[in-house]
Antibody, heavy 120, light 109 residues
Framework: QVTLRESGPALVKPTQTLTLTCTFSGFSLSTSGMCVSWIRQPPGKALEWLALIDWDDDKYYSTSLKTRLTISKDTSKNQVVLTMTNMDPVDTATYYC????????????WGQGTLVTVSS | AIQLTQSPSSLSASVGDRVTITCRASQGISSALAWYQQKPGKAPKLLIYDASSLESGVPSRFSGSGSGTDFTLTISSLQPEDFATYYCQQFNSYPPMYTFGQGTKLEIK
């Protein structure tokens, strides 16, 4: 059974760095073809893809946010970490991690999401 | 970057109705499109992948079609549990890039 769960602070101040952790089970990120992504959703708005890391430790980022994002993985802990620098109130959103189906472009399993509010 | 435009943005329908949601890509994407359902406070759920393939466990009243730039999600007979927001999503193989539509909110009439 595949599960993903996001964890991190619920509140960050403007200019701070956000660190979120995705802990997953039911698959291994060392298996060829496996990838995990981060996706966010501001309140009442659409989904926005942020970053992806694959089994080979290749990393890909949203063009508009790439200067602020870093994604990494700890295969032994079954975790993927996203950091986002210089947080702003417009970054207030629910942040999801999701598994990308092997050799596919679709997200087949999602975490429940974690709401991050940026406010002083 | 490829843009996805969904129409309509919102839709009111009744139980038993047939409903169609459209997603248009700003350039051709072959069949690289998925559809998700999202209910309030919940994560999106994959319904359709590769434009027309039904995800395992998803009721057969959901179907997808299209290729190139124009895609549709059809619900053949609306059930009470289908009232939700629906998103299309496209993917670029390399470099990996993923884009979502702005969503279509399906409400009870």
């Amino acid at each position: 059974q595949v599960t993903l769960r996001e964890s991190g602070p619920a509140l960050v101040k403007p200019t701070q760095t956000l660190t979120l952790t995705c802990t997953f089970s039911g698959f291994s990120l060392s298996t060829s073809g496996m990838c995990v992504s981060w996706i966010r959703q501001p309140p009442g708005k659409a989904l926005e893809w942020l970053a992806l890391i694959d089994w080979d430790d290749d990393k890909y980022y949203s063009t508009s946010l790439k200067t602020r994002l870093t994604i990494s993985k700890d295969t032994s802990k079954n975790q993927v970490v996203l950091t986002m620098t210089n947080m702003d109130p417009v970054d207030t959103a629910t942040y999801y991690c999701a598994r990308l189906r092997s050799n596919s472009g679709t997200f087949d399993y999602w975490g429940q999401g974690t709401l991050v509010t940026v406010s002083s | 970057a490829i843009q996805l435009t969904q129409s309509p943005s919102s839709l009111s329908a009744s139980v038993g109705d047939r409903v169609t949601i459209t997603c248009r890509a700003s350039q051709g994407i072959s069949s690289a499109l998925a559809w998700y359902q999202q209910k309030p406070g919940k994560a999106p759920k994959l319904l359709i992948y590769d434009a027309s393939s039904l995800e395992s466990g998803v009721p057969s009243r959901f179907s997808g079609s299209g290729s190139g730039t124009d895609f549709t999600l059809t619900i053949s007979s609306l059930q009470p549990e289908d009232f939700a927001t629906y998103y299309c999503q496209q993917f670029n193989s390399y470099p990996p890039m993923y884009t979502f539509g702005q969503g279509t909110k399906l409400e009870i009439k």
